[in-house]
Structure formats: structure tokens, C-alpha cells
């Protein structure tokens, strides 16, 4: 059963791309062990196509119907997702409120390092990913996916008390959009390894579910139509700056 089944419409918004993502992709398709990031995870800001991508959900939302446009944002305090939000919120007279629950997975010793990194200089952390799987292997210092949906579970339980019938949109990250369809469709592991196997979240990309019988349904999944002017390849980040 979903969560949230009171909330009439929820969306969610993938950041547009960062300079992490750029410098993860150049890392991973150069063979190196490290991505080459200065800033923290939490302050790394957007690249110039990733402003693009922003803007470009602003003006899928600004073309909404009365009825249709979300009543509320909320954002994750990371700087490439504020910047998005505020992007794509301009004129739009949303409001918007910041919530760390929605903050990207925290990668403890894995932060930074390429899938050659890890298997380099953390096999023994390799082999535990490995066999544990990404829902719930904790790397030290970090979280699993099963620790980002307590967050989830959180924060969706208080917009279903304090906004029922409310119409949501979330800023987040690549993890955020997949754990939400777990928790909302009532997915199991198997389902939701399939879809994040086979699915990388595009930047600025849109998933939403509305409301019907009392529950939450699927209408849109990395959804991407309203970025065609800000086409780029998509690249699994595999969680690095997501």
C-alpha cells in the first residue's frame, strides 16, 4: 500500500547534471581510481548544461494547467538540487522548502572512488557490496539504500498528514527517484535492482504518480520529453555526486 496515498499528485525532479556527474564520467571512461571533485558532496553546484536542463523543467512547469501545477516544492539542501529548484521555480509562484531527508546517499569511504577505485583499494568492500546488495550494503561511514528510505519514509508521512490532497514536487537525486517508486509501489528488492539495472536516471529528468482508489500510481518514469533542447548522453553515475 502506498505511504502517501492522501497526496493528490507527487513528483519527483532529478537535479540537472553537476560538474560531479562531468568529472565522474571523465574519471570512470579515463580508468581512474579517483573522481577529481574539490568541493564536498553538498557543494557541488551545476554544470552549464545542467542550468540548461533547469530551466528547462521551469518551463515544463510553467506550462502546467491550474489544476496541475504543484502547490509545494520540496528540496534537498544540496547545492546542485537548490539550484535546480530555483531554476526551475522562478516565476512560477511555487513554494519551496529545503528538507535534508531528501539529501543524496552518503557514500562514507566509498566517496569519490570510480567502480575500478573501489575494487582497487577496497576489495574487501567490493566483495562485501557485492554480496550484501545495494539495498542494504552500508559502506563505513555511509548509508545504504535501506537507510535513505527511513528518511523517505519519514518525510513522505508527514506531507500525507499536513497536505492531504496536495499536490508535491520533490528535488532530488538519482537514488531519491528509484527508493520512492520501492516505497510508493510497493516494489521488492528484485523489482527495484531490476529497474535500477536496467534505468540511469537522466538529469532534470521528471517521475510522478497521481492519485487514484485511494493510492498513489505510476504516470510518468524518467521522463525526459521536456529536455530536448538540452539533450546529452546519460551515464550511470553509480551514486557518485547522484
Known amino acids: 500500500m502506498s505511504a502517501v496515498g492522501d497526496l493528490g499528485w507527487l513528483g519527483v525532479v532529478r537535479h540537472g547534471q553537476s560538474t560531479g556527474n562531468v568529472q565522474a564520467q571523465l574519471a570512470e571512461q579515463a580508468g581512474l581510481d579517483v573522481i577529481d571533485i574539490a568541493e564536498r558532496d553538498a557543494d557541488v553546484p551545476l554544470s552549464d548544461l545542467g542550468r540548461v536542463?533547469?530551466?528547462?523543467?521551469?518551463?515544463?512547469?510553467?506550462?502546467?494547467?491550474?489544476?496541475?501545477?504543484?502547490?509545494?516544492?520540496?528540496?534537498s539542501p544540496y547545492r546542485r538540487t537548490v539550484q535546480t529548484a530555483e531554476l526551475a521555480l522562478a516565476g512560477t509562484g511555487i513554494d519551496a522548502v529545503f528538507d535534508e531527508r531528501l539529501r543524496d546517499r552518503e557514500l562514507g569511504v566509498l566517496d569519490l572512488l570510480t567502480r575500478k577505485g573501489v575494487q582497487a583499494r577496497l576489495p574487501e568492500e567490493a566483495e562485501r557490496r557485492r554480496h550484501l546488495g545495494k539495498l542494504y550494503y552500508r559502506p563505513p561511514g555511509g548509508e545504504s539504500w535501506a537507510d535513505v528510505l527511513l528518511r523517505l519514509r519519514s518525510l513522505?508521512?508527514?506531507?500525507?498528514?499536513?497536505?492531504?490532497?496536495?499536490r508535491v514536487v520533490l528535488f532530488g537525486h538519482e537514488a531519491i527517484v528509484l527508493l520512492l517508486r520501492y516505497q510508493i509501489e510497493g516494489l521488492d528488492e528484485e523489482e527495484l535492482m531490476a529497474i535500477a539495472g536496467a534505468t540511469a536516471i537522466a538529469n532534470g529528468s521528471v517521475t510522478s504518480w497521481h492519485a487514484e482508489d485511494g493510492?498513489?500510481?505510476?504516470?510518468?518514469?524518467?521522463?525526459?520529453?521536456?529536455?530536448?533542447?538540452?539533450?546529452?548522453?546519460?551515464?550511470?553515475q553509480e551514486d557518485v555526486h547522484g
Open 53 to 75: 536542463q533547469a530551466r528547462a523543467v521551469g518551463k515544463w512547469l510553467g506550462e502546467l494547467g491550474e489544476g496541475e501545477r504543484p502547490d509545494l516544492a520540496v528540496v
Open 156 to 166: 513522505l508521512g508527514d506531507l500525507r498528514t499536513q497536505r492531504p490532497g496536495g
Open 215 to 236: 493510492r498513489l500510481r505510476l504516470e510518468r518514469f524518467n521522463a525526459t520529453d521536456h529536455l530536448r533542447e538540452a539533450e546529452a548522453p546519460v551515464t550511470r
